[in-house]
Nanobody, 124 residues
Framework: QVQLVESGGGLVQAGGSLRLSCAASGRTFRSYAMGWFRQAPGKEREFVAAISAGGGTTYYADSVKGRFTIPRDNAENTRYLQMNSLKPEDTAVYYC?????????????????WGQGTQVTVSS
């Protein structure tokens, strides 16, 4: 059983930055892609970004492209989401998830394991 634990959420002003962490039990990210998703109040959960097994390829939602980055120099069992130029509309609970595949994909059904989520609040 893979366990994922997110951390790093908090309250930040618009234009600020946060770095989220996702720690996995075992070296699971060596073999499987990892994704970040978010769910704002009253909205469905949506894809944010994903990185391939080993970190060679990344994939971003248009809404965060150019502002959010999954660094490629990650530890074997940890992935990050660097969020810059944050906007109030980025406010959500952010989840990390481990894929069933090695390549980064968008659909939630590709992801088998999920963390508990971490709250990100961006004030205007």
């Amino acid at each position: 059983q893979v366990q994922l634990v997110e951390s790093g959420g908090g309250l930040v002003q618009a234009g600020g930055s946060l770095r989220l962490s996702c720690a996995a039990s075992g070296r699971t990210f060596r073999s499987y892609a990892m994704g970040w998703f978010r769910q704002a109040p009253g909205k469905e959960r949506e894809f944010v970004a994903a990185i391939s097994a080993g970190g060679g390829t990344t994939y971003y939602a248009d809404s965060v492209k150019g502002r959010f980055t999954i660094p490629r120099d990650n530890a074997e069992n940890t992935r990050y989401l660097q969020m810059n130029s944050l906007k109030p509309e980025d406010t959500a609970v952010y989840y990390c998830a481990r894929s069933l595949k090695a390549i980064p994909t968008r659909p939630e059904y590709d992801y088998a394991y999920w963390g508990q989520g971490t709250q990100v609040t961006v004030s205007s």
